[in-house]
């Protein structure tokens, strides 16, 4: 899968200090607060935008697991979604 730019992007993650572009790029993504509930309750979220490869497509098909690498000390709260967060969706009654 490959980070991609999409237009809520407003931040720039650049690659750590001595890393080559093979070990890492460059990522866009959204740094803000969105809402977590129907409350309008908010949270502080950082967001990138991944667009999947054929051949990632035909491997999720398969069943295969996607792997969440995040180089960092410690895990943070994350997550995985095919849905916009920019994008209001319909609330269901």
Known sequence: MLPINFPEKNF????PEGW????CGDLDVYKGQVAIDEKGNTA???ISC????KEDIEAINQGKPIFL???A????PVS???????IQQPQTT
């Open 12 to 15: 720039v993650y650049t690659k």
């Open 20 to 23: 080559t572009d093979e070990q």
């Open 44 to 46: 502080h979220t950082i």
């Open 50 to 53: 991944w667009q999947p490869s």
């Open 69 to 71: 690498f995040i180089t």
């Open 73 to 76: 000390i410690g895990q943070p």
């Open 80 to 86: 995985m979604s095919t849905e916009n967060p920019f």
